[in-house]
C-alpha cells in the first residue's frame, strides 16, 4: 500500500513541530494547554479587576508558548482597548479573528474598537459579524 505524499508530508510536519497537537491524543502538548488554560482564567481575573495592564502581561506570556491562541489574543486586545492603545488593539483583534474566525467576542471587541474610532460602518459590520458568530451581546 503506498500512502499519499501529502500524508507523509503532513505527518512529517506534525512530527517536526514540538508544539504539534495530535488530535487523537489531546495534544503532545496537554500540559502545556492546561497551564494555558489556567494563565487565562488568570489573565480574565484581571481584566475583572480593572487591572489592563497586568491583563496584557498574562496573555503576553501565554502568547509566548502558544502565539496562536486566539482567545488570550482577544482578550489581550481587549485590555489593550482600554487602556487607549486602539493601533494595538486591533492588531491583536484582527490576529485573533484570522486564527478563530469563528470568536465572536473578537468580532464585537474590535466594533467597539471601530467605535470608538468613530468608523460607525465598520463597527455596525463587526457587530453584525459577532452576533452571526453566536455572540449574543452583539445582537441588536
Known amino acids: 500500500m503506498r500512502i499519499p505524499v501529502i500524508v507523509v508530508m503532513a505527518l512529517a510536519l506534525l512530527a517536526a513541530d514540538s508544539h504539534a497537537k495530535w488530535p487523537w491524543s489531546g495534544g503532545a502538548?496537554?500540559?502545556?494547554?492546561?497551564?494555558?488554560?489556567?494563565m487565562l482564567r488568570s489573565a480574565k481575573g484581571a481584566y475583572g479587576s480593572a487591572d489592563y495592564s497586568k491583563t496584557v502581561q498574562l496573555c503576553d506570556d501565554i502568547l509566548k508558548t502558544d502565539p496562536n491562541n486566539a482567545a488570550a489574543l482577544a482578550l489581550r486586545g481587549k485590555a489593550k482597548k482600554d487602556l487607549?492603545?486602539?493601533?494595538?488593539?486591533?492588531?491583536?483583534?484582527?490576529?485573533?479573528?484570522?486564527?478563530?474566525?469563528?470568536?465572536?467576542?473578537?468580532?464585537?471587541?474590535?466594533?467597539?474598537?471601530h467605535e470608538i474610532m468613530g468608523e460607525m460602518d465598520q463597527a455596525e459590520a463587526g457587530y453584525q459579524k459577532a452576533c452571526k458568530s453566536g455572540f449574543k451581546s452583539a445582537c441588536r
Open 29 to 38: 502538548n496537554a500540559d502545556g494547554g492546561k497551564k494555558a488554560e489556567k
Open 84 to 113: 487607549g492603545d486602539v493601533d494595538a488593539a486591533t492588531a491583536d483583534l484582527d490576529q485573533a479573528i484570522k486564527l478563530d474566525p469563528k470568536l465572536g467576542e473578537a468580532y464585537y471587541i474590535r466594533a467597539q474598537v
